[in-house]
């Protein structure tokens, strides 16, 4: 995928002036958070199992050799095949060679991030093999030439009309406006897909240590057919999936249904174990893991470890303001979101990426609903401090700044300039107390009119209410005896 | 030039500034793979089993599953004839499964019976679940010689026969149980939990994606 993070301002502008963007953003933020605040109320064991998924992250990451080691074995010991691959590069072209080999000429895909991480589609097509998306969203962003804009949600920025219209061009069907004619459309034309593809690749949720299985979740069934019909079924995923055992497996399946559609248990979650045995009816003949790495081994010991946690439910960009307003393609590359914020630097680079780290509010609405209690706010801040130090911000920005730090460190004059701005911002609101416009602060008062402060600073209001707080409190909030 | 996997790994070490674990540190990690102890199982399913049935209903019906009970797997050819009728098939597709096989199936006299993987077109498809896992109303079926993979998800009707017996509360109930009833994993495992369904329009949930469009479990009590 094109990497356009550097064009975020422009790309989150156009995203705010974009109505159809804008109505389909409202069917996220009235549709997770919903669902996922449900599903936790009903699992009265819930921040446990948060605190668990963190702990066993926690010890993964730590013994993280030794997982994947034992992965490796297991995976080989039941006949498949394991790939490492530093970067994606190395990935497409283990990836290829395996398609290669197996003469194939189609490859259908259940979704996966990480094949987008690695641009394996453009690879792929470029090098004579037709991939097929299956995954209902991603085969209507492949037929639009588009990309996901949300990680379990791919489609979430397109509405009916949008579908309506590339199905009838694609596929030469009338137009329909029902949801489900649509779906029974695209169940219709993949099913010759799913049959007649050579190789089939998904993605992993989690690779379990234990048994050298790697587990796929989905609500479909697209990738169980992606993943069972062909000769050769490849699984790219990348090195921080593996989990230790069945159980820790089965620990993060319960939080990821919840956090991510608040669904109590997904539809599908189904195991590969090995390529099929010798007296299997059906089932693929071959099976190869590719494990991809791309910069994440080297997170491992600084301040973004704890990144590496991540189980990719997409519950923070669920609920992250910035998102919800602009939507995933803003962000300009695959991961959107918060946490989108805190990989994407790691994995392009902090150069084309500035944008995204700065494009919080801070709220801390992602670390609240997150799994694993990953700290993104934190991280944000600092890949800030990283942009900063490499002077990556821009003038205007870094005077505000410089300016901003030159009064702070000299209190008293701080505080009468504080006392001075709020008075003269006062005077400016007038009866109606509000600022309709304020030089250099156009980016607030042209959508909307600045409330002017009451005239007192902050500082002044504490000393006051320092002085009265030994008044005693009202005879009511006594305890009675 | 070292190889890929030399680079992650020592990457990897170089960052938890340590060489491959040794000693007491690899025997903590071998024994705690080889225990694989549980995490916290939510309370739902601690219920003593007739009550863990009667969860599993409930949860089947959440999860839009149709579920038909019989008191005893006798009944289940009628019943499955019955259904077949009512629907106006006349072609099933089914796993040979030592659970199916040893029933009396004499009883399906109009319908054709083909026993294989399932293939595109089938309409119908009929299995046997290892287990129910209460929690979440969650089918577990595995692959194997008579159990085909593509009979769970290719046909537009999924048949399933569970014997009460084995249902159990929690996931990890349903592991042990694998792990003492199997000597290696199945090449493929899967826990299902109602029909086929997507949200990916609009957020609008509809249901029969790529799987079956109606999952049907037929409880047996004996």
Known sequence: MQINSPDFKNSSKKALDNPGLQKALGNLRNGFPVKRANAVQRMPEFELLRNEGRDIKNHVIANLDFYLEEFETNVTKNGGNVHWACDAEDARKAILDICQKA??????????????????????????????????????????????????????????????????????????????????????????????????????????AETGSTIIVTNEGNGDLTQTLPRVHIVITTIDKVVPTLEDMSLFLRLLARSATGQEFTVYNTLSTGPRRENDADGPEEYHVVL???????????????????????????????????????????????MGSVLTPKLIGIEKSGHLPNASTFCGKCESVCPVHIPLPKMMRHWREKEFEKHLSPKGFRFGIGTWAYFAKRPALYRWLARASAFSLKLMGGKSRRIRSLPLKNGWT??????????????????????????PSHPDNKCRS | MSSSREQIFANIRRGLKRDALQGD??????????????????????????????????????????????????????????????????????????????????????????????????????????????????????????????????????????????????????????????????????????????????????????????????????
Not at chain 2, 34 to 44: F, G, L, V
Not at chain 2, 123 to 137: H, K, P, W
Request: include cysteine; glycine fraction near 6%; hydrophobic fraction near 40%.
């Open chain 1, 292 to 338: 991809l790495d791309n910069g994440r081994s080297e997170m491992i010991g600084t301040q973004f470890q704890d990144m590496l946690r991540c189980i990719r439910c997409s519950a923070c960009m669920n609920h992250c303001p910035v998102y919800g307003a602009v939507g995933g393609h803003a962000y300009g590359w695959v991961y959107p979101g918060p």
């Open chain 2, 25 to 222: 540190a690899l025997k903590a990690v071998q024994g705690r793979l080889k225990e694989h102890p549980s995490n916290t199982i939510p309370a739902r399913s601690k219920l003593p089993h007739n009550e863990q049935i009667q969860l599993f209903i409930e949860m089947v019906a959440e999860a839009s599953a149709e579920l038909i009970k019989l008191d005893n797997s006798s009944e289940f050819p009628f019943a499955v004839n019955k259904f077949l009728g009512e629907n106006k098939l006349t072609h099933l597709v089914s796993a040979n499964s030592a659970e199916l096989s040893q029933l009396d199936w004499s009883v399906l006299r109009d319908i054709t019976i083909e026993r294989r993987p399932a293939q595109a077109g089938d309409l119908v498809s009929l299995t046997s679940s290892f287990a129910g896992i209460a929690e979440t109303g969650t089918l577990m079926l595995l692959s194997g010689a008579d159990s085909p993979t593509t009979l769970n998800f290719l046909p537009d009707i999924h048949l399933v026969m569970l014997r009460q017996s084995n249902i159990v509360g929690a996931y990890e109930e349903a592991w042990d149980k694998l792990r003492s009833q199997r000597a290696e994993m199945p090449r493929t495992v899967n826990m299902i939990t109602g029909p086929s369904r997507s949200a990916d329009i609009e957020q609008k949930l509809q249901m029969g994606a790529h799987g079956p469009k109606r999952l049907v479990i037929f409880l047996v009590a004996e």
């Open chain 1, 446 to 471: 042209a959508w909307r009119d600045l409330p002017a402060p009451e005239g007192g600073t902050f500082m002044d209001q504490w000393k006051k209410n320092q002085s009265t707080e030994t008044s």
């Open chain 1, 103 to 208: 003469n194939a000429k189609t490859v259908t895909k259940g979704k996966s991030m990480v094949s987008e991480e690695i641009n394996l589609n453009e690879y792929l097509e470029s090098n004579g093999v037709q991939p097929v998306e299956t995954d209902l969203g991603e085969y209507i962003l492949q037929l639009r030439e588009d990309h996901p804009s949300h990680i379990i949600a791919p489609a979430i920025h397109l509405n009916l009309d949008d579908v309506s219209s590339i199905f009838s061009e694609k596929h030469g069907t009338p137009h329909t406006s029902d949801p489900a004619a649509l779906m029974q459309e695209a169940r219709e034309v993949l099913r010759d897909k799913f049959v007649a593809a050579d190789v089939g690749i998904t993605g992993a949720n989690f690779c379990v």
